[in-house]
């Protein structure tokens, strides 16, 4: 078991700072989402979705 935890020791380390990051990047979407903020740049009169994505009072 050590010497397979040796032989693959970078891949390992990756593995959890890419799973790390993936984490931290949906917790941030999460609680961007909680306090209203949009991900779009909200331009929303070019937008095909300008009448779905926001309330009217928003625009």
Do not use: E, F, P, Y
């Amino acid at each position: 078991m050590l010497n397979w935890l040796a032989a693959n020791a970078a891949s390992i380390i990756v593995s959890i700072i890419l799973a790390v990051l993936v984490i931290a990047i949906i917790v941030k979407l999460i609680r961007d989402k909680r306090n209203g903020k949009s991900s779009c740049g909200c331009s929303c009169t070019n937008c095909a979705m300008q009448g779905t994505c926001h309330d009217k009072k928003n625009l």
